[in-house]
């Protein structure tokens, strides 16, 4: 299960979301490459947790090493990995009066400055797919409010809580799906 608390967006915020409450995803731990290796391994496989901590290590660096071959890399019923970049805005290949041609090379342009490094950023992006697409999660997923925002329900109703106020279907649903305007946690867009 997935618990939720609300975010509130700043006041005195200049956006059209000044004071709105969304919902984001309250997570219980971060887990590493030891920590997945022992769960597989509570699953009545023949693998030992150190052969599950070296295979997955192994597949960790050779994904690295495809994505920086500019292959990409599909873990079926998960994701598409693969490297991206923010580009620069070059207003042309040469700029004949500084002798200077676009470079396939990551930097920034400084003012003024019509052609230089064509990328300023290089970026892994994840693309789900399969088991994990929007639409496949919304069919499994199932959410909550976290104890505080249980309690805090509460209290902006003038009672204590009752368990029953489930994202998503309980009997104090706040309406419909979770809205994400411009970013937190709905992709999978790593820097």
Not at 15 to 39: F, N, P, T
Not at 74 to 85: C, P, Q, S
Not at 99 to 122: F, H, M, W
Request: aromatic share 4%; proline share 2%.
């Amino acid at each position: 299960m997935i618990e939720l608390y609300l975010s509130k967006v700043t006041e005195n915020s200049e956006s059209e979301q000044a004071g709105k409450l969304y919902a984001r995803v309250s997570y219980k731990q971060a887990m590493d490459i030891h920590d997945m290796a022992h769960h597989m391994a509570e699953h009545n496989t023949a693998f030992s947790e150190g052969l599950i901590v070296g295979v997955l290590t192994d597949f960790v660096k050779c994904t690295r090493e495809m994505v920086l071959s500019g292959n990409t890399v599909k873990v079926g019923n998960l994701a598409i990995f693969k490297a991206t970049v923010e580009a620069n805005a070059l207003d042309t290949l040469y700029d004949a009066e500084q002798d200077k041609v676009a470079s396939a090379t990551i930097g920034t342009l400084a003012e003024g400055q019509k052609t230089g490094p064509a990328v300023r950023v290089v970026k892994l992006l994840a693309q789900s797919t399969g088991d994990f697409t929007r639409e496949e999660l919304k069919k499994d997923v199932k959410l909550a409010w976290s104890d505080k925002t249980k309690a805090e329900i509460a209290a902006a109703k003038g009672g204590s809580s009752t368990g029953s106020e489930t994202a998503g279907g309980g009997s104090d649903n706040t309406g419909g799906e979770p809205q994400n305007p411009g970013g937190g946690d709905d992709g999978l867009d790593q820097d």
